[in-house]
């Protein structure tokens, strides 16, 4: 069975600053993807950033980055220079191949605050 | 603009009383699928759909039926509501591809509660 465990139920961050939220997986497919959603107080979901598990660089687009580490399991995204609208909750989910097709596994959330 | 919608936004019901939730894209996108998000259970897949007149179970699918006639349409239908599908809905879309690696674009979600 294939987990995504987010392990910081909420964190605060400065403007500004960039911040790390993290990411492991637990999967035997070999052949998988790893994603990032934003879900902002609002309510709707977001995508920001994707990575293949056959990628060899790590996924970047714009002030979001993802540090891959295949080994670890872990796919943690990086928001550089945090901004206040970036307050939100963060998921990271995961598609396997061998999984009923396009099926996304969602981690529990980061909730994220920016403070000025 | 591309983009995934959801009517209602915003649903008070009672029990029995049969709904749907509809949802459509305007990408062409082959794949979509229904989730429901509940606190600490996180989102679940209810039900997706590969084409027309193709859908499958998800991992929480009693309760609900799909129908996908349309390659742009998939709505949500709840028979009978109960009050523990009092829940927040989003549908998604994404274009055919090997299914792991496509990124899945969300509508804005639906708050639905029974009572």
């Known amino acids: 069975a294939q987990k995504i465990t987010q392990t910081q139920p909420g964190m605060f961050v400065q403007e500004k600053e960039a911040v790390t939220l993290d990411c492991t997986y637990d999967t035997s497919d070999p052949s998988y993807g790893l994603f990032w959603y934003k879900q902002p107080s609002s309510g709707e979901m977001i995508f920001l950033i994707y990575?293949?598990?056959?990628?060899?660089q790590n996924a970047t687009e714009g002030r979001y980055s993802l540090n891959f580490q295949k080994a670890r399991k872990s796919a943690n995204l990086v928001i550089s220079a945090s901004q206040l609208g970036d307050s939100a909750m963060y998921f990271c989910a995961m598609s396997v191949s061998m999984d009923s097709w396009g099926k996304l596994q969602f981690g529990a959330g980061t909730q994220v605050v920016v403070t000025p | 603009e591309a983009q995934v919608t959801q009517n209602p936004r915003y649903l008070i019901t009672v029990t029995g009383k049969k709904l749907t939730v509809t949802c459509s894209q305007n990408?062409?996108?082959?794949?979509m699928s229904w989730y429901r998000q509940d606190p600490g259970l996180g989102l679940r897949q209810i039900y997706y759909?590969?084409?027309?007149?193709?859908?499958d179970k998800g991992d929480v699918p009693e309760g609900y039926k799909v129908s996908r006639k349309e390659k742009r349409n998939f709505p949500l239908i709840l028979e009978s509501p109960s009050p523990n599908q009092t829940s927040l809905y989003f549908c998604?879309?994404?274009?055919?591809?090997?299914?792991?690696?496509?990124?899945?674009?969300f509508g804005p979600g639906t708050r639905l509660t029974v009572l």
């Open positions: 990575q293949g598990s056959y990628d060899q």
């Open positions: 759909s590969m084409n027309v007149e193709v859908t």
């Open positions: 998604a879309s994404s274009a055919a591809g090997t299914g792991y690696t496509d990124t899945q674009y």
């Open positions: 990408m062409n996108h082959e794949y």
